[in-house]
Nanobody, 124 residues
């Protein structure tokens, strides 16, 4: 399974941006999907996930209410819509594929495949 994330760039605080993750080489519907991010000097952290079955989403507390993760089975693509962006959202964002149990959805070790990451910066 290959994942390619794109959509990064520069955005002002309070603005919006949508990241996309195009998936190829595997069964899109066979996986759940996650977004993680790594800010400069920090460890990679969980952002959001969408479950394989049912499509329920879960978010990190820091992005709850501002970010929305969706998937388009017809396009084999997952999205992360980000609104009301803050400078603290600046990071490299990674998409990932896996089928973690519910208690492990925030654990990056539960995801099998990873994209290369896309960078965006939120200016204050």
């Amino acid at each position: 399974v290959q994942l390619q994330a794109f959509g990064g760039g520069l955005v002002q605080a309070g603005g919006s941006l949508r990241l996309s993750c195009a998936v190829s080489g595997g069964s899109f519907s066979g996986y759940g999907w996650g977004w993680f991010r790594q800010a400069p000097g920090k460890e990679r952290e969980f952002v959001a996930t969408i479950r394989r079955s049912g499509g329920r989403t879960y978010y990190a507390n820091s992005v709850e209410g501002r970010f929305t993760m969706t998937r388009d089975n017809a396009k084999n693509t997952v999205y992360l819509q980000m609104n009301n962006l803050e400078p603290e959202d600046t990071a490299v964002y990674y998409c990932a594929a896996g089928n973690p149990i519910l208690s492990e959805i925030r654990n990056q070790r539960s995801y099998y495949y990873w994209g290369q990451g896309t960078q965006f910066t939120v200016s204050s």
